[in-house]
């Protein structure tokens, strides 16, 4: 048992000070990427929630055992909504669906699949992606091939295709 | 120290019950199921609090009163989303991951360009994203054209408005 309910809703006021402060940086841009503007939205619900939560179980004089704990579940649902918040963020920017979501929102009578495909198609998805690959060095062009550089992603890749098998019980959606 | 171990009971319960089902047999609205087995799980944890001990090694696992339950929910919710986005990710393919391991599975000679552009073509990359929209109930088929839902239209304008607010085009 412990006192005040402040300590429930500071992970939702950490996350409402993530986002306000993404935004913002977001739109005063300056040479701040959106990765670096994530970052700083995180950063600072993080501080925020924290500072809240110690000073309030510390005025409640709560058990050291209590403390931590409830430190730890705070951290860990914050860290749950600041995920959500960067893939939600990550799925306006990059996903396939949402885009195609997006071109049929904005036609009048909506698309058939050949319009579609000429507004969004996958020439426009490989381009920007090795765009993005050879800019963050993790591929690079020699003598007209893609080469694999910081291995990284590789590795990441490599992650995602076990959870893939574990969870699916196949390494691709086309097996 | 309660509310940590009930969140963290009753997802990693919620999650093994889901592995089991999906290896027994793979929903076909998998969203959907998975909504239906993790809040079912939470649901009947907290409705089965009255039968378990109230003392002993289970006081540490039970929530205390309305504010410890709402704790313990918020932080099974946190859970469950962040799993439920992850999964999205697992069920399409990701291009750029898909890109990467091609190229790995050509080196030391690397991939061609060529040969990237005809082995992901539309067929593999945008017509099942097409047919995912349909399956989920966000694009219906009008005749030849495409239009959107209910649902698919309330969805799409939250990004719609948050890419305004953040004055960023339409990605993709």
């Not at chain 1, 396939?96 to 058939?112: A, F, M, Q």
């Not at chain 2, 959907?32 to 409705?47: D, E, K, Y």
Request: charged residues 15%; contains cysteine; proline residues 3%.
């Amino acid at each position: 048992m412990y006192g005040p309910a402040l300590p429930v809703f500071t992970p939702i006021l950490g996350l409402t000070v993530n986002v306000l402060a993404q935004v913002v940086s977001f739109r005063i841009k300056g040479r701040l990427s959106l990765l670096h503007t994530i970052f700083i939205g995180f950063i600072s619900g993080l501080i925020t929630m924290s500072v809240i939560d110690v000073i309030t179980l510390s005025y409640n004089k709560c058990s050291l055992i209590y403390f931590i704990a409830i430190i730890i579940a705070n951290i860990i649902i914050y860290g749950s909504l600041g995920y959500c918040y960067f893939h939600f963020i990550n799925l306006g920017e990059t996903a396939r669906r949402i885009r195609l979501l997006r071109e049929i929102y904005d036609s009048d009578v909506g698309l058939t699949t050949s319009e579609l495909l000429k507004l969004y198609n996958a020439k426009e998805v490989l381009s920007y992606r090795i765009e993005r690959l050879l800019q963050n060095k993790q591929i690079h062009l020699q003598n007209d091939r893609y080469l694999i550089g910081n291995p990284t992603i590789l590795w990441f890749a490599n992650i995602i295709t076990f959870l893939k098998y574990l969870v699916l019980g196949k390494r691709s959606e086309f097996d | 120290m309660n509310i940590l171990l009930a969140g963290l009971s009753l997802f990693f319960l919620a999650f093994g019950i889901h592995l089991v089902i999906w290896k027994v047999h793979l929903p076909h609205h998998q969203s959907s199921a998975l909504l239906w087995t993790f809040f079912g799980t939470f649901s009947l944890g907290v409705i089965s609090t009255p039968l378990f001990p109230q003392d002993g090694l289970w006081a540490w696992f039970l929530p205390h009163g309305l504010l410890e339950l709402i704790h313990v929910f918020l932080m099974f919710l946190s859970l469950t989303f962040a799993y439920l986005i992850t999964y999205s990710a697992l069920e399409a393919d990701s291009p750029s991951l898909v890109i990467i391991r091609m190229i790995a599975e050509a080196m030391p000679t690397g991939l061609a360009k060529q040969d990237l552009e005809t082995r992901l073509s539309d067929d593999i990359l945008i017509l099942p994203r097409i047919k995912d929209l349909l399956r989920d109930n966000l694009v219906v088929a009008n005749g030849a054209r495409l239009q959107l839902t209910p649902q698919g239209r309330s969805f799409i304008k939250i990004f719609v408005i948050f890419r305004a607010l953040l004055k960023a085009g339409k990605g993709g």
